[in-house]
Each structure stands twice: as C-alpha cells, then as structure tokens.
T-cell receptor, first 115, second 111 residues
Framework: GAGVSQSPSNKVTEKGKDVELRCDPI?????LYWYRQRLGQGLEFLIY????????KSGLPSDRFSAERTGESVSTLTIQRTQQEDSAVYLC?????????????FGPGTRLTVL | RKEVEQDPGPFNVPEGATVAFNCTYS??????FFWYRQDCRKEPKLLMS???SGNEDGRFTAQLNRASQYISLLIRDSKLSDSATYLC????????????FGSGTRLSIRP
C-alpha cells in the first residue's frame, strides 16, 4: 500500500516568504508527527496530532510555525516569514494507534532552503 | 543535559565484528523506546522496539535498563549493509506524548 507522502520534495524560497508543507499519512493512521532535521544533525520533534488535535505545541520553534490536520488525514506545516535558520529537511511520520507507542512510518521529507 | 544522549561515533568496525551502542535518557517517566536506522539522505525506519525484558531480532539485540536509564543495541556479525546512523527514540507521556530522538550514532562497516 501507499506510504507516507510529502510535498513538495524540495522547496527553495526567499527569506521572508511564507511556505506550506504538506503531509499525506498512511490511511487509517491516527497519529501524525512533524520533525525537523538540519544537515548532519538528529531529528527535532516539532508537533504531533492525535486525530485532528495537537495536544502539545511547545515543540514548535517559534510563533512563525503552525500546523493543522483535517479529516484525520492530511496535515500542513506552515512557516511564515521564513528565515535562513529554517533551512532543513522537514519529515512527517504517521503511526497507528496512540502516539508514541507504535512504529512511526516516515515520509521522504521536504528539503527547505531559505536563501 | 540532553534528554536523550548518544555517542555520535563514528564507529568504524570490520565486517563480522560485534558492535554495541548505548543511549541514555534523563526522564524516568519514559515509557516506550525504539531504535531507528537512517541511511544517508533517507528517512528513518524502525529497526526494533525495545522491551523491558530485552528482545532479539536476528543479529540485533536491544536491551532496556530502567534503573540506569539507558537502552542498548548490539549488532553481531556485522555486515557492510549495516552501515548507517542508528537513532535512539524515547517517548514519555505527561499531559501529552513527548517523543525525543537522539542525535544518532554513525556506524561504518569496512570490508
């Protein structure tokens, strides 16, 4: 079956512009996660959704970052007024059942470059 | 102190060797533990979950030591294809799940 998909695969933008990243989880997966991975570094947990709710938004780096999920399916991560330090790969993952307790299946990521 | 710490490596070992990694975590309320593998410029993939009693999957053995707050991964008879970064993942739950990935341990297997 289809895995987690993300779009776009690559995004180059100018500093100050807004970007929207999309994640399509595996059908039926109730938990969805967003991570950021800077070059050569580990994964930084940003936010997760259980259904359409995000119980804890404290991992988002600043108020320029927001995320939503609708229909217990697609999620979008929006970064407003992008800065160069936002350049990274943004990974989305989904899992069946309660978040944190089951295998996470990752998408291929969106590589964001802010010039 | 980081919530989840791993030796970044790199570990450079010959094919056939046994290699072990540790990962320490700071929150004693941590509830679930995993090892993921990430190949260069690829997304992470689950290698194995870590259970309290320890678990084995072929050449891979994972153990959890709650008293000392660490998990370990042992790879026996290493193969060239084991070369990757190994990520330790810890989940703890208070009012919501908090999932912490370690920064990873790089392993390179040489012929």
């Amino acid at each position: 079956g289809a895995g987690v998909s993300q779009s776009p695969s690559n995004k180059v933008t100018e500093k100050g512009k807004d970007v929207e990243l999309r994640c399509d989880p595996i059908s039926g997966h109730t938990a969805l996660y967003w991570y950021r991975q800077r070059l050569g570094q580990g994964l930084e947990f940003l936010i997760y959704f259980q259904g359409n709710s995000a119980p804890d938004k404290s991992g988002l780096p600043s108020d320029r970052f927001s995320a939503e999920r609708t229909g217990e399916s697609v999620s979008t991560l929006t970064i407003q007024r992008t800065q160069q330090e936002d350049s990274a790969v943004y990974l989305c993952a989904s899992s069946y059942g309660t978040s944190g307790y089951n295998e996470q299946f990752f998408g291929p990521g969106t590589r964001l470059t802010v010039l | 102190r980081k919530e989840v710490e791993q030796d970044p490596g790199p570990f450079n070992v010959p094919e056939g060797a046994t290699v072990a990694f540790n990962c320490t975590y700071s929150n004693s309320a941590s509830q679930s533990f995993f090892w993921y593998r990430q190949d260069c410029r690829k997304e992470p993939k689950l290698l194995m979950s870590v259970y309290s009693s320890g678990n084995e999957d072929g050449r891979f053995t994972a153990q959890l030591n709650r008293a000392s707050q660490y998990i370990s991964l042992l790879i026996r008879d290493s193969k060239l294809s084991d070369s990757a970064t190994y990520l330790c993942v810890v989940n703890f739950y208070s009012s919501a799940s908090k999932i912490i990935f370690g920064s990873g341990t790089r392993l390179s297997i040489r012929p």
